[in-house]
């Protein structure tokens, strides 16, 4: 199994970026896939989630509203739609699928 995410970086309070987690090595179309952040000094938490259709997802309350997660099954792939960034939305960003993780990517919001 493995987990790549990628488009984190710099954006200031207000903006956008997307992340992306391109998997491999199972059949992703049958699992639930997740989003969690974990922030300086803090434990990681879960972000949001999707189920494997694609029909039914979850957020955290923090981010009800402002964040969209999706997947294409035909490319393996998981998103997080990120609008309206805060400061305290800095964190990095995992990937995960059932015991599994990605490296993480770096989220900063600067005020």
């Known amino acids: 199994v493995q987990l790549v995410e990628s488009g984190g970086g710099l954006v200031q309070s207000g903006g956008s970026l997307r992340l992306s987690c391109a998997a491999s090595?199972?059949?992703?179309?049958?699992?639930?896939m997740s989003w969690y952040r974990q922030a300086p000094g803090k434990q990681r938490e879960l972000v949001a989630r999707?189920?494997?259709?694609?029909?039914?997802?979850y957020y955290a309350n923090s981010v009800q509203g402002r964040f969209t997660i999706s997947r294409d099954n035909g490319k393996n792939t998981v998103y997080l739609q990120m609008n309206s960034l805060k400061p305290e939305d800095t964190a990095v960003y995992y990937c995960y699928n059932t015991g599994y993780w990605g490296q993480g990517t770096q989220v900063t919001v600067s005020s």
């Open positions: 999707i189920s494997d259709p694609g029909g039914t997802t």
């Open positions: 090595g199972f059949t992703f179309s049958s699992y639930v």
